[in-house]
């Protein structure tokens, strides 16, 4: 296989191919800003598959048992998967406010039964965005809750389109340096110290925990369970505008009354639905769904 320098450049028409089959799959936007970003990880497969040449590689995955497993590995390269521990705190802080008000709510109204929350994180890539919000909802104010001889139960559930980052995420074992955003009190609490400076989540978030893999573009088709917060940050960037639009409207359709939509700031401005009101924050974009 020749080396990637080696490699041909691609013409317009024949990266215009390879933008559309991403797009069609995966409804992910590839810009013409990202052509290298293409040509790297696409030298990087070919070489390891013995290709020559973009359009060989290109029929193969649409030909033979082995096509879909190739698109994955494929989609993994081609999918962003950068990730930390309490990335954007301003947001994460919203979620759990969010999470304490629905407790004050119930402990005011007296109503009988746990209090129940469930978070949906879409693009969770490798775990870390869910174990945070994890720790963040295993820390609220849950003293007067118990004190009328109830419960705080919250569960929640990552989504990616990528495999091996599911993969990951499930296992939740990660190098110390991945946690240097994590503070010291938490770490103690939420993660066991294995060899070589790598940590596990423990299993009582874990256990809170559930990774499944999904491609945001066909919410359309998935079950329509409703969630109480709904966290995507840095994920639409990648779509088209309408695109975005339509995947918005399946998160508002997936939120409980009452429930939280946090977007990135950005990624989806002036968005417009009769079921939602603007949260008034300065440093991030988020919903409430009307009914609460």
């Known amino acids: 296989m020749a080396a990637y320098e080696e490699l041909p450049d691609m013409d317009s028409e024949e990266f215009k191919r ?44 649409d030909n033979g048992v082995g096509s879909a497993l190739e698109w994955a590995s494929l989609v993994d390269l081609l999918t962003v998967h950068e990730t930390r521990f309490f990335r954007d705190m301003a947001s994460m802080d919203l979620v759990r406010n969010h999470i304490q008000k629905l407790i004050n709510k119930a402990v005011n109204q007296q109503q009988e039964g746990p209090v129940n929350a469930q978070v949906w994180s879409v693009g969770c ?44 995420a499930r296992e939740a074992i990660y190098h110390q340096r991945k946690l240097y955003s994590v503070p010291p009190e938490m770490l103690d609490t939420y993660f066991d110290s294995l060899a070589d400076g790598y ?21 359309e088709s998935s079950p329509k369970q409703l969630y ?21 409207e399946q998160f508002i359709s997936r939120l409980s009354p009452g429930g939280l939509l946090v977007l990135g700031p950005g990624e989806l401005n002036n968005v417009s639905h009769p079921l939602i009101e603007k949260v008034s924050t300065k440093h991030c974009q988020a919903y409430l769904r009307a009914g609460g």
């Open 18 to 61: 390879w933008q559309s089959l991403l797009e069609q799959r995966t409804g992910v936007w590839l810009a013409e800003n990202r052509k290298s970003f293409l040509l790297t990880n696409l030298a990087q497969r070919m070489r390891e598959r013995g290709f020559e040449s973009y359009q060989s590689y290109f029929d193969s995955l």
């Open 199 to 219: 940590y596990q989540v423990r299993n009582q978030l874990r256990h809170r925990t559930c990774f499944v893999q999904a491609n945001v573009k066909e919410l």
């Open 125 to 168: 890539s490798t775990g870390e965005e869910v174990y945070s919000l994890a720790m963040l909802a295993s820390d609220v104010d849950t003293s007067a809750l118990q004190k009328q001889g109830r419960n705080f139960y919250f569960g929640l559930t990552g989504v990616d389109i990528s495999f091996p980052a599911l993969a990951q």
């Open 228 to 248: 109480d917060v709904i966290y995507c940050q840095n994920v639409l960037i990648y779509f088209q505008n309408e695109r975005r639009e339509k995947i918005v």
